[in-house]
């Protein structure tokens, strides 16, 4: 017998028997296929235990709240992108609790599978219903993504467990994403014929892996198999011989044409840090192929020529700079995409943080080039913005641009997060609005997931800037100086970067260092001062509390042009 305390995750699927009695051959197949391209290798990637397999259900076990949480919206937001209308996928409900678990042989029971269990009966087709005990237990990024559905009795509990909410509960329909136009990439189930358990656990946790990462991002859609779609494809196979391994992985475009192939090899000794370090790895190289191919065919064509999508993708990869030309390419795709589609809400969020985001930096040329348009942008975009998170969120930040105030900035936040938890640009917008109204701390739980998530795509720079900005407002100036000599080396046109550098570097008392970054700054940017910092940027901390300004000062920046 052994016992521990865990968060236990429960899971059934919605309406089996019926599903069986429709269509017995058809509900198996479907049902094989979520267990080996959804549920298994997400339970894997989180370092999750299943301790009974029901057949139509399961219950697992976790180590950390926030593993077992961030599990379940991944296994539901997986499902929810293959839902069709002709032909519905299976639908999972959820339970997630914390509390004693005692295994014995082959059973396992306790408060925290017991009530795992009553969570899960009372969840919608396609929702998660957790405790209290566990929404206490989760950090900033994930606790928004649960509303409070207060107290509830459950069977055969003594007494009443408060609740959160992804999704609905019973009499409310839960909300489906529709299919994405977006490039596809096929994450087809890594294999491996080694007849070891562990073996077969890192597979299934390196595809994950591999599918949490690459989509975690709204301009691309990841699938576990394909679905008649052209669609990028990665496949790889796990060989081991003792403790050594060799994954051999292979990518190829929509044509079908391979873009590369690799061999990495590992020790299953240490397959923890080989899973993480491969799927880093792997995640990098997908994203650098995808982007560059889809950068190399969309500059093939005049705008006029491309769709709204493809316009809006274009300027997405156009962000991974953060010079003056960049901003200048995201504004010009995005308002392309805009005139040729008005009802797309991604168009309008990429136009406004492009805007704000050279206004702040001092692109002056670019602001007064495009500024006309923004309030036309933000009326267009209020009426689609209402079931879009990423648009409600830049309307959010660009109102409090102009008007400064936090409480309501803070509000939109945490809608924004609530729903896209695991969007890592929502997660660096977010990262931001939270550093401009001073929270931050929340600030770096955002970017720090950001960072997992989007480290390697075209938001990645941006990403770097802000945890470096967020680590020196939060007086972490050793980590700051780092995430900024980080973001440097893969820009060095990102002035922002050279300011935080000296801030921090002066906040250290490192004078020389911190003037050397001065000079660096006003290389790029000749006429930029304390006055015209000060004038463009949107913190709601002033004086010493600004670790950025007040470092600045220190570090020597003229206060007037």
């Not at 040329?365 to 913005?385: E, F, L, Q």
């Not at 900035?409 to 997060?417: G, K, M, Q, T, Y």
Request: glycine letters at 8%; one cysteine or more; hydrophobic letters at 40%.
């Amino acid at each position: 017998m052994r016992r521990s305390l865990a968060a236990v995750l429960a899971a059934d699927v919605a309406g089996y028997s019926e599903l069986l009695g429709k269509d017995t051959e058809g509900t198996l197949t479907a049902l094989r296929k979520l267990r080996s391209e959804v549920f298994r290798p997400t339970v894997a990637s989180r370092r999750g235990r299943v301790v009974k397999n029901m057949g139509d259900g399961w219950i697992v076990l976790f180590s950390a709240a926030s593993d077992a949480a961030t599990c379940a919206l991944q296994i539901q937001d997986l499902l929810s992108k293959e839902i069709d209308p002709a032909h519905p996928s299976m639908q999972l409900r959820l339970g997630l609790h914390v509390g004693d678990v005692v295994e014995e042989e082959e059973d396992v029971f306790g408060d925290g599978v017991n009530i795992a269990a009553r969570l899960e009966e009372i969840a919608a087709p396609g929702s998660i219903v957790i405790s209290d005990a566990v929404f206490g237990s989760l950090d900033g990024t994930l606790r928004p993504s649960f509303d409070d559905a207060g107290e509830h009795d459950l069977k055969n509990i003594s007494k009443p467990v408060r609740v959160w909410t992804r999704g609905s509960l019973p009499g409310h329909q839960a909300s489906a994403h529709s299919g994405s136009q977006r490039p596809q990439i096929v994450v087809s189930p890594i294999e491996t014929s080694d007849p070891r358990d562990e073996v077969k656990e890192l597979s299934d946790a390196l595809t994950g892996d591999l599918m949490t990462y690459l989509g975690a991002t709204h301009w691309l859609s990841v699938a576990p198999r394909e679905t008649g779609r052209k669609a990028y494809v990665l496949t790889g196979r796990i060989r081991a011989s003792g403790p050594r391994l060799r994954l051999e992985i292979k990518y190829s475009s929509p044509s079908g044409t391979e873009l590369w192939s690799t061999k990495i090899d590992g020790n299953l000794d240490e397959a923890f840090d080989w899973q993480d370090e491969t799927a880093e790895a792997l995640v990098s190289q997908v994203m650098t192929a995808t982007f560059d191919r889809e950068r190399r065919q969309l500059d093939k064509m005049a705008v006029v020529d491309m769709t709204a999508n493809q316009c809006e993708l274009r300027g997405q990869i156009a962000i991974d700079r953060l010079d003056p030309d960049a901003f200048e390419a995201a504004l010009m795709y995005s308002s392309a995409a805009i005139e040729k589609d008005p009802t797309l809400p991604h168009p309008f969020a990429l136009a406004l943080v492009a805007y704000l985001s050279a206004t702040v930096m001092g692109f002056d040329t670019i602001s007064r080039k495009y500024g006309a348009s923004v309030p036309g942008w933000c009326k267009a975009a209020m009426p689609i913005a209402e079931n879009h998170s990423l648009l409600r969120l830049a309307l959010g930040v660009t109102t409090y641009s102009q008007h400064r105030e936090p409480p309501i900035l803070r509000a939109v936040v945490e809608n924004a997060l609530r729903q896209s938890s695991s969007d890592f640009v929502t997660l660096a917008l977010s990262g931001w609005a939270y550093i401009w109204i001073g929270d931050h701390d929340e600030a770096i739980d955002c970017l720090q997931k950001a960072y997992l998530l989007g480290g390697k795509s075209p938001w990645a720079l941006s990403i770097r800037g802000g945890l470096a900005m967020a680590f020196l407002q939060a007086g972490q100036d050793e980590e700051a100086v780092k995430m900024a000599q980080e973001g440097i080396n893969l820009s060095v046109g990102y002035t922002t970067l050279y300011r935080i550098l000296a801030a921090a570097h002066a906040q250290l008392g490192q004078d020389e260092k911190a003037s050397q970054a001065v000079a660096t700054a006003l290389r790029l940017q000749p006429d930029d001062s304390m006055l015209a910092i000060q004038a463009r940027n949107v913190f709601a901390l002033e004086g010493s509390a600004n670790r950025y300004i007040s470092g600045l000062r220190k570090a020597g920046m003229r206060e007037e042009a």
